[in-house]
Each structure stands twice: as structure tokens, then as C-alpha cells.
């Protein structure tokens, strides 16, 4: 137990643990195997070729050995005169062997480096082919210099015997010793080994290289959270109501939640990763957002056939739009929303400012009292009561439908608050509206139309401080009318005043008023003009056709 602890803290070190280190060692042991290999094919085939080489070497000269006359005739003759040391030493010398054997038939040497071996026999056991069978060839075996790689060629008798063949009266034996042998190999292979060596440092330097590239691009995240990163995208994707959708540069689909399936009529198992989101959900229109590179945020298109609030996001790195995600919703889905808290925010502004005004009315009531001024307190009372009374009796005749009078009656005491001399045209009218008609969406309008209104004449004096508002009925319209006393919009904003953004109050607001007027008006294809009004301010008239547009 106490060994295989620090073996096992050893290993636990040698782990790799971070995705470069993982890469590092996987391309390094790549790096090793390959080099492994070429280093035994490197040294196999020299070994091969070498060894190839120096046997025909010592076979070519064995065979210029047996071919000489002089060695032939000193041989039949028995080399009285010890011709053949002498021609086989110069030989030797001439071509770097390690010997020059000539031998009989039996084996008896005529010649040998080591003169005290002449007259002994030949040793290795390898002569059989070249006596019994006239054969050259190349053999390694073990002689008494060690082994050696050599070459036999026979020599034949100078004359013919008497059926006129000329028999095989001893051979010549070329040898090179294995141990020299290697030495060269060794000595041929410096160079390879050199090349291989730098290899192996060239490739631990690409795989540093590479480790690092692929640390950067993958933002330096590890494995592991790569993969959770992936899992909690999926379950974050499908746990978002709305349609969310990520594509490429060229507008093909990388991504696509179920939401977002379920809005293009696609089944959950349909595969969309490489389909272009044109020919998924037309209508998007990415190019102005992956053109600039800049985002966009609600805004209104057709997807579908269906009219849906689009955010648009494009995707950066380094400094480089990769592509875009898309997230969008039902147009109606959030106008149901927006309804119902339109109500909501209506019906606390009406109570916020009745109990304002009404808390201002008590403070001044109980004042007179207090000065023992009881008729003046009365006639506020009566006057106060009076006034709202008239206000919400004239709506009701003229305005049977309780949104729209609701959000005229709202406006009416906010105006009140600010000490806005608010004037409804007494002969007003707003009992025909059609069904088709949103009366929600009739309240966006007023509501933006006369709270510009009256912020356009708040900071002028208390005397022209007027807003005027007419409605009718009669015709094939309906036509609403706001006007103001204040400064007028400046001719040169005339053209950008429904714009989304652009707004005359400052850059504390985000100017989305007249904007989202122009986009209720369009979808109930209404119409508005700007004009100045008879108080010098601006007039806003808008025109809503009773008869419903025809959807082809």
C-alpha cells in the first residue's frame, strides 16, 4: 500500500488535466509513434541496403579473386612459391576487406591475414555450395577473425580433365566482419538521426502551437465545460417560450428552439441545421443587422404570414460579424399582454390622480372652513362635483364603448393635475365603431396623441395652457382630432417625427409615442397628418376607415 501511493500520485501528476495539455500530449505521442517508426524503417532499409552492398562488393572481388590466372595455376600447382598470400594481400588492401581467403576443396587456406592460419582449413561451415556445386554466393557466418558477411566464388582448374570439363580445384572467399559492418551503418545513419531529432522537436513545437490555437479559439474553455455549456443551451433554449433562432454569415440555420420550430409548422424532429432561414421562416430580413453589425430591438415584421416583434442580435469575434441570433414572439401574444396591463396601468393612473386632485380639493375645503369661509367652500364642492359629473355624463352618450371613454376620462383628469385646461368638442360623437376595429389599439393612439399633447404645453404659462380634442363618427371614418398650444413641431423634424427614436423632449425620453401610432394605424390601415392647430401648437388628426381592409 505505501508503494502504490506514490505511484499513484505520480500518475495523478502525469494526467493531463486542461484541454491544451490533453492536445499536447496526444500530438506528442502521435509525434513519437511516427518518428518511432520512421527511425526503424530509416535504420531497417540502410541496415538492408548496406548490408546488400558490401556482400556484392565482397562477391564481386571473390569473383575477380577466382578469376585470376596466376592464382589459378599457383593453386593446381599447390602454390610451392606462396604466390597467392602476396595477390591476395594486395587485394586486400586495395579494397578495405577484412580478408582474402583462397582454399582447396577441402578447405586448406592458401592465403589469410594472419599468416600463421595459412595451411589450416577454412572455418564457418558454409563452403558446401561453392565446392560441391561451383556456386558464387554471399554468406555470413562465424570464422576465426568473428563473424563476417562474405563472398564465395570457385575457382576452376587452368586445364580440362579428360571428359574436357575443367572441375573445381578450390574457391576465393571475400569477408567483411559483421561489428565493421555496423560500425558503418551507425556511422550512415548520423545524418538521418539528425533530421529525425529535429523533427521531433518541430513537432513538439506544433503541438505547443496548435494546443494554444485551439485553446484561444474555443475561448479558453476546457472539455468539461464545453460540454455542460452545450447542455445548458439546450435546456436554456427550450425553456424559452419565444422563437429563438442563431444562423451563420450566409444566413443559414444553426439553431433553432422548439418555439421556433413550433412557429414555422415544423415537427421537433425536423433537422434545420444548413437550411437558410428564408426558405424556413421568410420575412426576417437579416441583412441590415449583419450588415452593420448593429442590433435591433422589437421590431414589428411579417414572418410567416404572421406578424411577430423580432430582436435581432449579431454575433462578434473579433471584431467580425459571424453570424446573428434571432429571437422573436406573436405580435398578439404581447398585445394581449400590453392589453392587459394597459388596464392595469389605466386604472392605477385614474385612482393616483383622483387622489391626488381630490387630496388637494379636501386640503383647500378644510382651509375655508377653517377661515369660517363656508360659502366659498361650498361652491368648490358643488363646482367640483359638478364638473366631473358633466364630463362623465357627456362621454357616456358620446362614447358608449368604456375603453375608449375610459382612457378620454383618464387623460382628463391628468390634465386636470397639471393645470391643463383640457377641451373636448362638445359635439363630438364616437358611438358608431365598427368590431372589426381594436379599441385597444384606439386607446394606444389617444392616449400617446393627447399625453403629448399636454406635455407640449406643461411649461407654458398657465393661461395658454390648452389642449383641445374632437371625435366623430359620421361618414366612412372615424376621426379624431388633438391639438395643442404649445411650440409647434420644428419643420425640419416633420418628417422624421414618426420615426422610432426620435422625440422633441429630450433625450430623457425614447421618442416611441408617435412611432407606435403609426404602427397601430397601420395595421388598421388608417392614416395620420401633423398641421398647426388654431393655438399655434400641433395638430394631430388621424382617420380610420370603418370598413375592413381586404387581406388577400
Given at each position: 500500500?505505501?508503494?502504490?501511493?506514490?505511484?499513484?500520485?505520480?500518475?495523478?501528476?502525469?494526467?493531463?488535466?486542461?484541454?491544451?495539455?490533453?492536445?499536447?500530449?496526444?500530438?506528442?505521442?502521435?509525434?513519437?509513434?511516427?518518428?518511432?517508426?520512421?527511425?526503424?524503417?530509416?535504420?531497417?532499409?540502410?541496415?538492408?541496403?548496406?548490408?546488400?552492398?558490401?556482400?556484392?562488393?565482397?562477391?564481386?572481388?571473390?569473383?575477380?579473386?577466382?578469376?585470376?590466372?596466376?592464382?589459378?595455376?599457383?593453386?593446381?600447382?599447390?602454390?610451392?612459391?606462396?604466390?597467392?598470400?602476396?595477390?591476395?594481400?594486395?587485394?586486400?588492401?586495395?579494397?578495405?576487406?577484412?580478408?582474402?581467403?583462397?582454399?582447396?576443396?577441402?578447405?586448406?587456406?592458401?592465403?589469410?591475414?594472419?599468416?600463421?592460419?595459412?595451411?589450416?582449413?577454412?572455418?564457418?561451415?558454409?563452403?558446401?555450395?561453392?565446392?560441391?556445386?561451383?556456386?558464387?554466393?554471399?554468406?555470413?557466418?562465424v570464422g576465426t577473425l568473428g563473424p563476417s558477411l562474405r563472398g564465395f566464388s570457385p575457382i576452376y582448374s587452368p586445364y580440362p580433365d579428360e571428359e574436357g570439363d575443367t572441375p573445381v580445384i578450390g574457391f576465393a572467399s571475400v569477408g567483411y566482419l559483421t561489428r565493421n559492418l555496423h560500425a558503418t551503418i551507425r556511422q550512415n545513419l548520423q545524418r538521418p538521426m539528425l533530421f529525425i531529432a529535429a523533427m521531433t522537436m518541430l513537432g513538439f513545437l506544433c503541438a505547443v502551437l496548435i494546443a494554444r490555437h485551439l485553446k484561444r479559439i474555443t475561448l479558453g474553455l476546457e472539455p468539461s465545460q464545453i460540454a455542460n455549456l452545450y447542455l445548458e443551451r439546450g435546456a436554456v433554449l427550450e425553456a424559452i417560450r419565444e422563437g429563438v433562432v442563431a444562423v451563420d454569415r450566409q444566413g443559414s440555420i444553426r439553431l433553432m428552439n422548439r418555439a421556433a420550430q413550433g412557429y414555422a409548422g415544423l415537427s421537433p424532429d425536423d433537422r434545420m441545421e444548413g437550411r437558410p432561414l428564408d426558405e424556413v421562416l421568410p420575412g426576417f430580413n437579416?441583412?441590415?443587422?449583419?450588415?452593420?453589425?448593429?442590433?435591433?430591438?422589437?421590431?414589428?415584421?411579417?414572418?410567416?404570414?404572421?406578424?411577430?416583434?423580432?430582436?435581432?442580435?449579431?454575433?462578434?469575434?473579433?471584431?467580425?460579424?459571424?453570424?446573428?441570433?434571432?429571437?422573436?414572439?406573436?405580435?398578439?401574444?404581447?398585445?394581449?399582454?400590453?392589453?392587459?396591463?394597459?388596464?392595469?396601468?389605466?386604472?392605477?393612473?385614474?385612482?393616483?390622480?383622483?387622489?391626488?386632485?381630490?387630496?388637494?380639493?379636501?386640503?383647500?375645503?378644510?382651509?375655508?372652513?377653517?377661515?369660517?369661509?363656508?360659502?366659498?367652500?361650498?361652491?368648490?364642492?358643488?363646482?367640483?362635483?359638478?364638473?366631473?359629473?358633466?364630463?362623465?355624463?357627456?362621454?357616456?352618450?358620446?362614447?358608449?364603448?368604456?375603453?375608449?371613454?375610459?382612457?378620454?376620462?383618464?387623460?382628463?383628469?391628468?390634465?386636470?393635475?397639471?393645470?391643463?385646461?383640457?377641451?373636448?368638442?362638445?359635439?363630438?360623437?364616437?358611438?358608431?365603431?365598427?368590431?372589426?376595429?381594436?379599441?385597444?389599439?384606439?386607446?394606444?393612439?389617444?392616449?400617446?396623441?393627447?399625453?403629448?399633447?399636454?406635455?407640449?404645453?406643461?411649461?407654458?404659462?398657465?393661461?395658454?395652457?390648452?389642449?383641445?380634442?374632437?371625435?366623430?363618427?359620421?361618414?366612412?371614418?372615424?376621426?379624431?382630432?388633438?391639438?395643442?398650444?404649445?411650440?409647434?413641431?420644428?419643420?425640419?423634424?416633420?418628417?422624421?417625427?414618426?420615426?422610432?427614436?426620435?422625440?422633441?423632449?429630450?433625450?430623457?425620453?425614447?421618442?416611441?409615442?408617435?412611432?407606435?401610432?403609426?404602427?397601430?394605424?397601420?395595421?388598421?390601415?388608417?392614416?395620420?397628418?401633423?398641421?398647426?392647430?388654431?393655438?399655434?401648437?400641433?395638430?394631430?388628426?388621424?382617420?380610420?376607415?370603418?370598413?375592413?381592409?381586404?387581406?388577400?
Amino acid at each position: 500500500m505505501e508503494f502504490r501511493r506514490p505511484v499513484a500520485r505520480l500518475f495523478s501528476l502525469l494526467k493531463p488535466k486542461t484541454l491544451q495539455q490533453h492536445l499536447l500530449f496526444m500530438v506528442s505521442a502521435l509525434v513519437l509513434l511516427q518518428i518511432g517508426i520512421s527511425w526503424y524503417l530509416v535504420s531497417h532499409v540502410t541496415a538492408k541496403i548496406l548490408r546488400e552492398q558490401v556482400g556484392q562488393s565482397a562477391l564481386d572481388a571473390a569473383h575477380m579473386v577466382a578469376r585470376i590466372p596466376t592464382v589459378r595455376q599457383a593453386l593446381y600447382a599447390g602454390d610451392p612459391d606462396g604466390f597467392i598470400q602476396v595477390i591476395a594481400e594486395n587485394i586486400r588492401h586495395d579494397i578495405g576487406a577484412e580478408y582474402v581467403v583462397v582454399a582447396d576443396t577441402t578447405g586448406r587456406r592458401y592465403s589469410h591475414p594472419v599468416v600463421e592460419r595459412i595451411g589450416q582449413y577454412f572455418v564457418g561451415g558454409d563452403t558446401g555450395p561453392v565446392v560441391h556445386e561451383g556456386k558464387s554466393y554471399v554468406s555470413e557466418a562465424v570464422g576465426t577473425l568473428g563473424p563476417s558477411l562474405r563472398g564465395f566464388s570457385p575457382i576452376y582448374s587452368p586445364y580440362p580433365d579428360e571428359e574436357g570439363d575443367t572441375p573445381v580445384i578450390g574457391f576465393a572467399s571475400v569477408g567483411y566482419l559483421t561489428r565493421n559492418l555496423h560500425a558503418t551503418i551507425r556511422q550512415n545513419l548520423q545524418r538521418p538521426m539528425l533530421f529525425i531529432a529535429a523533427m521531433t522537436m518541430l513537432g513538439f513545437l506544433c503541438a505547443v502551437l496548435i494546443a494554444r490555437h485551439l485553446k484561444r479559439i474555443t475561448l479558453g474553455l476546457e472539455p468539461s465545460q464545453i460540454a455542460n455549456l452545450y447542455l445548458e443551451r439546450g435546456a436554456v433554449l427550450e425553456a424559452i417560450r419565444e422563437g429563438v433562432v442563431a444562423v451563420d454569415r450566409q444566413g443559414s440555420i444553426r439553431l433553432m428552439n422548439r418555439a421556433a420550430q413550433g412557429y414555422a409548422g415544423l415537427s421537433p424532429d425536423d433537422r434545420m441545421e444548413g437550411r437558410p432561414l428564408d426558405e424556413v421562416l421568410p420575412g426576417f430580413n437579416l441583412h441590415r443587422a449583419m450588415g452593420t453589425g448593429e442590433a435591433e430591438y422589437d421590431m414589428e415584421r411579417t414572418v410567416n404570414g404572421l406578424p411577430m416583434i423580432i430582436n435581432t442580435v449579431p454575433l462578434r469575434h473579433g471584431g467580425v460579424v459571424k453570424g446573428a441570433t434571432v429571437s422573436f414572439r406573436r405580435k398578439d401574444e404581447l398585445d394581449h399582454v400590453a392589453r392587459e396591463l394597459a388596464r392595469v396601468q389605466q386604472y392605477i393612473e385614474m385612482l393616483r390622480v383622483q387622489t391626488h386632485e381630490y387630496s388637494n380639493k379636501l386640503h383647500t375645503i378644510g382651509g375655508l372652513i377653517q377661515i369660517q369661509a363656508y360659502q366659498e367652500a361650498l361652491d368648490l364642492v358643488v363646482k367640483e362635483a359638478t364638473g366631473y359629473q358633466d364630463i362623465i355624463r357627456f362621454l357616456q352618450q358620446t362614447v358608449p364603448h368604456p375603453v375608449i371613454a375610459a382612457i378620454i376620462l383618464g387623460k382628463y383628469s391628468r390634465a386636470k393635475e397639471v393645470r391643463v385646461d383640457f377641451h373636448i368638442d362638445p359635439e363630438s360623437s364616437m358611438v358608431d365603431v365598427p368590431e372589426w376595429i381594436d379599441q385597444e389599439a384606439v386607446v394606444t393612439i389617444l392616449g400617446n396623441l393627447i399625453d403629448n399633447a399636454i406635455e407640449a404645453v406643461v411649461d407654458q404659462p398657465a393661461s395658454a395652457r390648452r389642449v383641445e380634442l374632437s371625435f366623430t363618427d359620421l361618414g366612412n371614418e372615424l376621426i379624431f382630432e388633438v391639438g395643442d398650444s404649445g411650440p409647434g413641431i420644428p419643420p425640419g423634424r416633420l418628417e422624421h417625427v414618426f420615426s422610432k427614436g426620435v422625440s422633441t423632449k429630450g433625450k430623457r425620453r425614447r421618442g416611441l409615442g408617435l412611432y407606435l401610432v403609426e404602427l397601430r394605424l397601420e395595421d388598421m390601415n388608417g392614416n395620420i397628418t401633423v398641421s398647426e392647430s388654431e393655438q399655434g401648437g400641433a395638430l394631430f388628426t388621424v382617420a380610420i376607415p370603418k370598413a375592413a381592409r381586404c387581406m388577400l
